[in-house]
């Protein structure tokens, strides 16, 4: 089984744009989740969809946002780009059954100047 | 809410002998799962083991396990016979039961090197 792909891999970006993260679950998993990984704040959960509907939702301000289409790829929006959301942002799918662990992909790597 | 503790910010082992990571955490859950998970330089994370909260037991993986005190609300991962590609930033996570995976929450990582 193919595992969770993000594209792209790495973006720059200047204060003020927007820009768009994809990612591809595993075959089969329903459940996509997004964290933003930084040095000072770790891993901090952004949103989860699962049947292309947002389910849960972290402490980020309504310039993060996202979306999952019938095929369970999802897609993260940041607008209005600020210097602090250089970060990398993981993606990761999981079965969404009761015990069933977070399978990530290898991130996007997002650099704002 | 919960909250997750990785109190070691970094640690070092000789190759071939064993360390133990600490995590403890905060909850009034009573019904949760508990992860690691390893994060090799440049990298995707990957799941280590991972421990349900009703299980006495303590989760074995081969030279991973886990030390779980419920009552301390304590977690911590014991590496033995440590290998040169054990090296890794080690996430402890939590995952309330009656949620969903997508919303785990984590430590802030412990940067394991092992020297050889």
């Known amino acids: 089984k193919a595992g969770v792909t993000q594209t792209p891999r790495y973006l720059i970006k200047t204060r003020g744009q927007q820009v768009t993260l994809s990612c591809s679950p595993i075959s089969g998993h329903r459940s996509v989740s997004w964290y933003q990984q930084t040095p000072g704040q770790g891993l901090q959960f952004l949103f989860e969809y699962f049947s292309e509907t947002q389910r849960n939702k972290g402490n980020f301000p309504g310039r993060f946002s996202g979306r999952q289409f019938s095929n369970s790829r999802s897609e993260m929006n940041v607008s209005t780009l600020e210097l602090g959301d250089s970060a990398l942002y993981l993606c990761a799918s999981s079965l969404d059954s009761n015990n069933s662990p977070l399978h990530f992909g290898n991130g996007t790597r997002l650099t704002v100047t | 809410a919960q909250t997750v503790t990785q109190s070691q910010p970094e640690m070092s082992v000789q190759e071939a002998e064993t360390v133990t990571l600490s995590c403890t955490y905060d909850?009034?859950?009573?019904?949760?799962?508990l992860f690691w998970y390893k994060q090799p330089p440049s990298r995707q994370m990957i799941l280590v083991i991972r421990q349900e909260a009703y299980k006495q037991q303590n989760a074995t993986e081969n030279r991973f396990s886990v030390n779980f005190q419920k009552a301390a609300k304590s977690f911590s991962l014991k590496i033995s016979d440590s290998q040169l590609g054990d090296t890794a930033m080690y996430f402890c996570?939590?995952?309330?039961?009656?949620?969903?995976?997508?919303?785990?929450?984590f430590g802030d990582g412990t940067t394991l090197t092992v020297k050889p």
């Open positions: 909850t009034s859950e009573s019904n949760y799962y």
């Open positions: 996570a939590f995952m309330n039961r009656n949620t969903n995976a997508g919303k785990s929450t």
